[in-house]
């Protein structure tokens, strides 16, 4: 059984398909398929039903691609390892995140002092990044939420004020800060159902014994503050998205007075997971600077 037999097996495994496997892997589709035959004589036993050109895994090979997974993974780890401790390469960090806008500006500031090192990042939904993660695919995870699992480890990195966004010349404009029960009538703009922030916003307007009233639902901060100025409505704005406001003057932010109106982010990682001397910096870049910036605030 070679190596490249296991990596040609996973793409066709991933696509069941010879022709797209073929084009992922950059390979001629004859040369493929007899990639697979022979490590199904190598193994004794078919690993897909065939019916005409059609491929599907059977049990088989459902069970032995798990195994193929855990062994090339194993192998990449062991790659990265035996690189980083032999100097051979700065060091690349992957991470995945349903908020990657959010870490931007950690890793522009960490990269200031590292410029050697590369990140690879993915937008990926919570789900998927929590499946990265447990596969080894990733060295961080980043999000608000928290990762139940075990052998997950968290460390905060980010804290977040949210922020009222109103209509220029509402009734609450121009304040500097609100009760969010003071707009318990009032329509707002929301994320979808799904979004990673819909529940930080529910949560924020029931504890202020608000039931809201989404008039439009969207998927980004930039729809939100557009569609307040149109005067559709209120929306929960978090700190980082500030930017994303210049359809929107000053006046129209309010700092929302209530408990609980901050969001902390977190890096999660595996705990058995090895992580290359350039991601633990990384790590300990993160903690310290949110050491730095939150707890001093907290004591000042």
């Known amino acids: 059984m070679e190596l490249l037999q296991l990596r040609y097996f996973r793409a066709v495994a991933k696509h069941e398909h010879m022709s797209r496997a073929a084009q992922e892997l950059h390979v001629a589709q004859p040369a493929l398929s007899k990639t697979i035959a022979r490590l199904e004589e190598d193994l004794g036993v078919s690993l897909f039903d065939r019916r005409g050109r059609q491929i599907r895994l059977n049990p088989i090979g459902k069970a032995f691609l798990e195994k193929t997974e855990a062994a090339l993974e194993a192998l990449e780890e062991g790659r990265r390892m035996v690189a980083d401790m032999a100097g051979l390469e700065a060091g690349t960090i992957h991470v995945a995140s349903p908020a990657l806008g959010r870490l931007s500006a950690l890793i522009g ?8 090192v590369r990140f690879q990042l993915k937008q990926a939904t919570a789900e998927e990044m929590e499946e990265l993660l447990e596969a ?5 995870g980043f999000s608000a939420l928290p990762v139940r699992k075990p052998g997950i480890r968290e460390l905060p990195v980010l804290s977040e004020e949210a922020y009222l966004a109103v209509p220029p010349g509402h009734p609450f404009a121009g304040r500097d800060s609100i009760h969010l029960s003071e707009a318990a009538n009032e329509p707002f ?6 979004h990673l922030y819909r529940k930080r916003d529910e949560m924020l307007l029931l504890n202020a014994g608000v039931v809201p009233r989404f008039v439009c639902e969207v998927d980004e901060g930039g729809a939100k503050s557009s569609l307040v100025r149109a005067g559709l409505g209120l929306a929960i704005i978090g700190a980082c998205n500030r930017g994303d406001t210049t359809a929107l003057p000053p006046e129209s ?3 929302i007075v209530s408990p609980g109106n901050r969001t902390t982010f977190q890096l999660v990682w595996q705990d058995h997971h090895y992580l290359s001397r350039a991601a633990m910096a990384f790590r300990d870049f993160a903690a310290a600077s949110y050491r730095e910036t939150y707890e001093t605030a907290n004591i000042g």
Not at 136 to 140: A, N, S, T
Not at 189 to 194: E, F, K, L, T, V
């Open 253 to 255: 932010l309010l700092r």
């Open 109 to 116: 500031k960490f990269l200031e002092s590292h410029p050697d």
């Open 189 to 194: 703009i929301g994320y979808q159902p799904n």
């Open 136 to 140: 080894g695919k990733i060295d961080f």
